[in-house]
């Protein structure tokens, strides 16, 4: 082989392997740094009040967290005792209105009660007929007046058209002076609460007077013979 051709050394020299060399040196630096502050009480001192503040300053953040935690407890506590409360309360006067919420109707009735006792009284003392009809066709109409105050009104039904709404049908009858499917009679009057059906009326429907058959005529007799 001629004296000038010397064999050629590759120089080139990949990215990972740089990567890793500056890697290993850098640790080292960083261990080398950290053996030194270790030896050197200052910086050790330095290091170690930071790290103590950082505890005090988690230390608070957790007091006041635990501080906040039990406001909140306390809160709800009271809200579900205050909760509680209401409930029963609620509870009390319900019972208390299904107990005495028809104390004003009542008290509305007493004076009708008074008149039926007076109108009872009146015939044990041998009052007219017609004296105690009286009595009785005011104390009924004082009935009616309470009633209306308090929005129980009765309703006519007669010779209305059957309506099944507020109707209850009972019987069906023939009638010429009613139009049919209209109610010729009222067996039980009706009532409303404040425009509100609370008992229909029971009543008796017209229907049409059925066409009488018509008259037969009368046999007549065959041609006789001679």
């Known amino acids: 082989m001629p004296d000038d051709e010397q064999p050629k050394i590759s120089t080139s020299i990949s ?14 630096q960083a261990a080398a740094q950290a053996a030194a502050d270790a030896g050197d009480p200052e910086k050790l001192a330095a290091k170690i009040a930071e790290l103590t503040t950082q505890l005090e300053m988690s230390q608070e953040s957790g007091r006041a967290l635990t501080a906040k935690l039990k406001d909140e407890h306390e809160r709800t506590l009271r809200a579900m005792a205050d909760l509680e409360n209401f409930k029963k309360r609620a509870q009390r006067e319900k019972e208390e209105v299904q107990k005495f919420g028809a104390e004003k109707l009542l008290k509305d009735f007493l004076p009708v009660l008074d008149n ?3 109108a009872l009284e009146h015939a044990k ?4 007929l017609a ?6 066709r005011m104390v009924r109409k004082l009935f009616e007046d309470t009633l209306g105050k308090h929005g129980v009104k009765g309703f006519e039904s007669v010779g209305k058209p059957f309506d099944p709404n507020v109707h209850e049908a009972m019987q069906q009858m023939e009638s ?3 139009p049919p499917n209209h109610v010729l009679q009222e067996i039980v009057r009706g009532f409303t609460l404040h425009e509100r059906l609370v008992r229909p009326a029971l009543v008796v429907i017209a229907k049409a007077k059925s066409e009488a058959p018509p008259a037969e005529a009368p046999a007549t007799d065959g041609p006789k013979g001679s």
């Open 15 to 28: 990215q990972d392997v740089i990567d890793a060399a500056l890697g290993a040196v850098e640790k080292r």
């Open 116 to 118: 039926f006792d007076r």
């Open 125 to 128: 003392k041998g009052a007219d």
């Open 131 to 136: 004296g105690l009809e009286t009595g009785v």
């Open 176 to 178: 010429a002076d009613v």
